[in-house]
């Protein structure tokens, strides 16, 4: 049996089923295989909070309205959890976990539904990802992961279906982007999709925005690098980030890259204790 002909399978045997979904390209393929598999028979769910950019959102929206794929926004209280805030290692823990408990709720109100399932593929290492604890304390299916498929094969084959988020950049939440210890709130939250927003409206693909109180430190994938060393593109970035409340603009000559936040300041407890909500914004 191939990969495909095996996650049709399994989601057959999960439905009716609620679907994580954030719009990234894992998560989209699996709403998409989700309704050609069992069609009416599915739910993508999409978790609204601070952490998620406002252009994330809509994108996530208009993929699941133009693929006929049935869609519903939830809200998300992770914020509210002094655990989730206080931005240790295992941060994803308690977003997924509130993730999955109002999925749960959902699952209770709405008695059609029976399964949970979640977009991790074949490549995740899940004994590195606290959010997939939370998944399996919760009982969440993983089909994409279940059926062999990993993110070369996820891409490829969204490119066949003709889904326009084959190709797209990998996209993690907003409260991936602040150093282990700096509290995360909206306002820092904020701050830091105000200002990838502003790399993207100057043309750059794949960036991040990593905080670290007073300085932010801007990643820029290597083939995009060259165009940000000029001193005129200089001068522009620090006018978008002082305007934002750093102090200290720095753009990062390693470039764009996953889990950078694990080296460096912050790294490994490396960061000041996180005594409240207000701790690790940086001067305004």
């Known amino acids: 049996m191939t990969e495909i002909a095996e996650l049709e399978t399994i989601l057959r045997a999960c439905a009716p089923l609620l679907v994580a979904y954030s719009g990234g390209v894992d998560s989209a393929y699996l709403a998409y295989a989700a309704q050609q598999a069992a069609p009416g028979q599915m739910l993508a769910v999409i978790a609204d909070s601070p952490s998620l950019p406002r252009n994330a959102l809509k994108d996530a929206v208009a993929f699941a309205e133009a693929h006929h794929i049935p869609c519903e926004v939830i809200h998300t209280g992770e914020m509210d959890d002094p655990n989730y805030r206080r931005n240790a290692p295992d941060r994803c823990y308690f977003c997924k976990d509130e993730l999955f408990r109002r999925m749960e709720a959902e699952l209770a109100r709405r008695p059609e539904f029976r399964t949970l399932a979640y977009g991790v593929n074949a490549d995740d290492k899940l004994e590195f990802r606290p959010g997939h604890r939370a998944a399996q304390e919760h009982g969440v299916r993983a089909p994409l ?78 083939e995009e690098l060259l165009r940000a060393l000029t001193l005129e593109m200089a001068d522009a970035l620090t006018a978008i980030f002082r305007k934002l409340g750093f102090r200290y603009v720095t753009l990062d000559l390693e470039g764009y890259r996953t889990g950078s936040l694990n080296q460096g300041p912050g790294a490994k407890g490396q960061g000041p204790e996180v005594r409240g909500q207000g701790s690790g914004l940086a001067p305004r």
Do not use: N
């Open 145 to 222: 992961r279940e059926a062999g498929l990993d993110k070369a094969e996820i891409r490829r084959r969204a490119h066949e279906a003709g889904l326009e988020v084959w190709d797209r950049p990998a996209a993690a939440c907003l409260a991936s982007r602040v150093a282990y210890g700096i509290a995360v709130t909206p306002e820092v939250l904020a701050r830091i999709e105000q200002g990838e927003e502003a790399l993207y409206a100057l043309g750059f693909q794949q960036v991040r925005v990593r905080f670290h109180r007073e300085i932010v430190r801007i990643e820029i994938a290597r």
